[in-house]
């Protein structure tokens, strides 16, 4: 999942790969990271160690819902270079092209969410070379991390040639080509931009036909939650899903040890009165070897079941 302060992590990868207009380019890691604060982009990095033992990002991902107006324009007449129209006008201050929380549940409620798939950047991008076979192999189930437990309408990826083999590979279906050198877009487009691009398209009926083993028809599958956790748990279960510590997560939630403490209680009782075979009933209090039992259970189960922890209208007071 994409943190606060991930945004400069993602630009750096993202500047290697893709090419954006110069503005865009100079503020690109404010514009990612205010999205990332107002809970408008979902993603994630993935790290691997380089040759001198040191962590370092080798790839990243991040996607944004948008309004069903916007996708059917889009899907009407597709133009090139998406994420660089899209992320241009969030730097002129129109964030709310991409859905907020409140928007994310509205949407998972009831007709469905349309997402766009901004970027996925690996290096390399090579995805014929061993190293970029071995981080791609990585990618597919954190793709499915990141992108299940959301009630899908539907998916769109534009980008150039070179992800042909991603997109196609991972389920999508090739919606339109776009030829720039045959027909020059309207609007200019960033210096270096590949003019051989295409547009890729998933939707919820295609799910049907589409073999379930594929990444893309996996995550169309959707069932309600069956907890109500507030935004405040689901964000600390998150956390702990990625093996952070009670430590860990205070920090990055910048909270006391204590608030963790409490947060796991309240989420020990809520799920006893839900689930309660999901837990030990002997105690809510989470203390002691078995509390970290209950807790490893909980974990386990959203995630399994990551619409636990998604965006959702019911929310219990």
């Not at 964030?95 to 949407?107: K, M, N, P, S, V």
């Not at 877009?185 to 295409?198: H, L, Q, S, T, Y």
């Not at 990444?215 to 507030?230: E, H, I, K």
């Amino acid at each position: 999942m994409l943190l606060s302060g991930d945004g400069l992590a993602c630009a750096r990868l993202m500047r290697k790969i893709t090419s954006l207009d110069d503005k865009l380019n100079r503020d690109l890691p404010d514009v990612i990271e205010a999205l990332i604060e107002e809970d408008r982009l979902i993603g994630g990095l993935i790290e691997d160690y380089d040759a001198a033992g040191e962590r370092t990002v080798v790839a990243a991902t991040f996607s944004g819902f948008v309004t069903p107006e916007l996708q059917h324009r889009y899907l009407e007449r597709p133009w090139p270079c998406l994420t660089n129209w899209l992320l241009t006008r969030c730097l002129t201050g129109e964030t709310e092209i991409f859905l907020d929380r409140a928007a994310q549940a509205q949407g998972n409620v009831g007709r469905g969410l349309d997402l766009v798939m901004l970027d996925y950047i690996q290096a390399p991008m090579d995805f014929t070379s061993a190293e970029g076979r071995r981080i791609m192999t990585v990618f597919f189930p954190f793709f499915l991390s990141i992108h299940r437990g959301y009630n899908l309408n539907s998916m769109i990826v534009e980008a150039g040639a070179a992800y042909e083999q991603m997109a196609i590979g991972a389920g999508f279906r090739l919606y339109k080509s776009l030829d720039l050198d045959r027909d020059p877009p309207a609007e200019p487009i960033p210096v270096g931009a590949m003019k051989k691009r295409a547009v890729y398209y998933f939707q919820r009926e295609m799910a049907a036909g589409t073999p379930p083993s594929t990444p893309v028809s996996a995550v169309f599958t959707y069932l309600p939650p069956r907890f109500r956790f507030t935004a405040g748990e689901q964000r600390m279960l998150l956390r702990a899903i990625d093996g952070l510590t009670d430590e860990e997560i205070a920090g990055t939630l910048d909270v006391s040890r204590d608030a963790v403490k409490q947060t796991w209680r309240s989420i020990y009782d809520h799920v006893i009165q839900v689930m309660p075979d999901l837990v030990d009933r002997g105690q809510a209090s989470g203390d002691g070897a078995r509390g970290q039992e209950k807790r490893r259970r909980i974990v386990a189960y959203v995630r399994d079941n990551a619409q636990e922890l998604r965006p959702h209208y019911l929310r219990r007071g």
